[in-house]
């Protein structure tokens, strides 16, 4: 009953910590694979939190066509780390190779939350600002980054009658995405979590 006492808020901690971090350097490295403008307040702000941890890991990974793989990578390893630690935490069985294939399906599944909350967080702007675009710094980024999966099913869905009901499209089929995609790379990872 001890060990749960403390085991549970600790772990939570590292959840929080180590998933902030871990998104804030996957939103890096999406917002450059989307060509969003780096001026943005926001973005200056994802770049002045990750550029001290990424500077020596891009001496080792060089920039690929105008992206920083290293941002992927450093997103992997501190997905790694949360994963080992909580594995401990929990006196679950972990070695870093298995820790490093469990943070896969954990990249995959931050990637796709960050998109869904990008699209819920869009369009609940959208309702208090409908149609102006250039406004807010968030709304301005959070165009750059969800455009992408919104422009197909805007396509697909056109608004009609003045509603856009394409995020909701684009939500159901991220969370189908999602439940389709993580459970076969969780058992192919042997992820426990």
């Known amino acids: 009953m001890t060990s749960a006492y ?3 808020p600790l772990a939570f901690l590292v959840q929080v910590l180590f998933g902030f971090f871990a ?3 996957l939103l890096r490295f999406l917002l450059q694979w989307v060509r969003a403008d780096f001026y943005n307040p ?5 770049v002045r939190v990750t550029t001290p941890v990424l500077r020596p890991l891009r001496r080792v990974i060089p920039g690929y066509a105008g992206l920083d793989p290293a941002a992927l990578v450093l997103a992997w390893l501190v997905k790694a780390g949360e994963l080992g630690i909580l594995a401990l935490l929990l006196s ?10 469990w943070a896969l399906p954990g990249l995959v599944d931050l990637t796709i939350t960050l998109l869904i909350f990008g699209v819920l967080i869009r369009a609940i702007l959208s309702w208090f600002n409908p149609g102006s675009y250039g406004g807010h710094p968030l709304a301005d980024l959070l165009d750059s980054l969800t455009e992408p999966v919104m422009g197909p099913a805007r396509r697909l869905l056109p608004p009609f009658g003045g ?10 089929g991220l969370i189908l995405l999602k439940m389709l995609l993580l459970p076969p790379l969780n058992l192919l990872t042997g992820s426990p979590f």
Do not use: E, W
């Not at 926001?42 to 994802?46: A, G």
């Not at 679950?92 to 294939?101: D, E, F, Q, R, S």
């Open 163 to 172: 509603l856009d009901l394409s995020p909701m499209l684009v939500m159901i």
């Open 42 to 46: 926001i973005s200056q702000f994802v």
């Open 6 to 8: 403390f085991t549970n």
């Open 23 to 25: 998104g804030v350097v």
């Open 92 to 101: 679950l069985p972990v070695n870093p190779l298995g820790a490093l294939a």
